[in-house]
């Protein structure tokens, strides 16, 4: 995503950009519709784990870094006008923080620490620098970024605080959205190849001269020009209405108040032995349960549907919840 790409000069815009960033935010809101959809309890879907639902977040993820560095071909292709940048960059990395910060208050074990926004601000940093560059010089970085992760893990970066780079050996701790440097920032230098040879081959050609003049066309390319909005306020709209529909119709799947006791008393049965602590068991339980309805889990939790990615998710918010319970009740 290009979000924060700004609206100005217009005229010295490329249509066909504009389009299919507005494409990829129409395609997120998607996404995160049928996540919310899955949070309420009004399906059932696997949004957060379901192979093709993951393709769908990763095409989409793909697309915004790809124009990440498309657009920054286009806007320095004259030379890097570096105040322009930083301008654009400071207002990526405070709606990054924004989005960390409201994550972290709704959902603390699953809170926003490196995702799109993140990595469109470290990708944007570290493309800018290609632009110019020999075009040998982009081509090899996104090969390595891409190849880098299959071949070179290390422990070292299993450490909380390193989950960022993406090189982990281990799972990385749970967030509702995560795009780590690798191997996503390959996508942006892809995008810098992509558009320079655009550039060289046939640059006054169709892609770079179309206009959007339809209607629909119209309508898309300005909620490309207005991505990064778009993304801040979609989800808090689509959540409250939600809710509101959810307490007016209440849903028939996901956390029903009798699943959810029946899910608490044989959590507090097999943990109470273990801690030998009632209080610290409910505690874990009941964080247990709100998040795995939070990360779409819920579902396949009940009826015992979980595969092998999924266990591994639903054990990384116990053991979160675990930590958690500790802080607040002495745990033996």
Do not use: K
């Amino acid at each position: 995503m290009d979000p924060a790409q700004p609206a100005a000069r217009l005229s010295s815009r490329i249509d066909l950009v504009d389009v299919l960033r507005g494409v990829a935010i129409a395609a997120m809101v998607v996404y995160h519709f049928s996540w919310d959809l899955g949070f309420y309890g009004f399906v059932g879907w696997p949004v957060e784990t379901g192979t093709g639902w993951r393709w769908f977040a990763h095409l989409i993820a793909g697309s915004f870094l790809l124009l990440v560095g498309v657009s920054l071909v286009l806007a320095h292709r004259s030379g890097i006008r570096w105040r322009s940048f930083f301008e654009r960059l400071g207002l990526i990395v405070a709606a990054a923080v924004a989005v960390s910060v409201g994550s972290y208050l709704l959902f603390p074990l699953a809170w926003i620490y490196f995702g799109i926004l993140h990595c469109i601000a470290a990708a944007s940093l570290l493309a800018v620098l290609t632009v110019r560059a020999p075009l040998i010089v982009p081509a090899a970085l996104a090969i390595v970024f891409f190849a880098l992760p299959q071949v070179a893990r290390a422990e070292v970066f299993n450490a909380p605080w390193l989950a960022w780079v993406g090189l982990g050996t281990l799972p990385a701790p749970p967030a509702n959205d995560y795009v780590p440097v690798f191997p996503w920032v390959g996508c942006a230098y892809a995008g810098v190849v992509v558009a320079r040879l655009a550039l060289m081959a046939r640059p006054r050609e169709a892609w770079a001269t179309w206009r959007a003049r339809d209607r629909a066309s119209r309508a898309i390319a300005w909620s490309g020009r207005q991505s990064l909005w778009i993304y801040l306020a979609h989800q808090p709209i689509l959540l409250g209405l939600l809710g509101l529909v959810a307490l007016a119709i209440p849903p028939q799947t996901g956390a029903t108040e009798a699943d959810r006791a029946s899910f608490l008393d044989a959590c507090q049965r097999q943990c109470t032995p273990l801690l030998g602590d009632p209080d610290a068991c409910r505690a874990v339980c009941v964080c247990s349960a709100d998040n795995l309805v939070a990360a779409g889990l819920w579902e396949r939790t009940i009826t015992q549907t979980l595969g092998s990615d999924d266990q591994a998710l639903v054990d990384s918010i116990v053991e979160a919840c675990g930590v958690q319970a500790q802080d607040t009740v002495p745990v033996d």
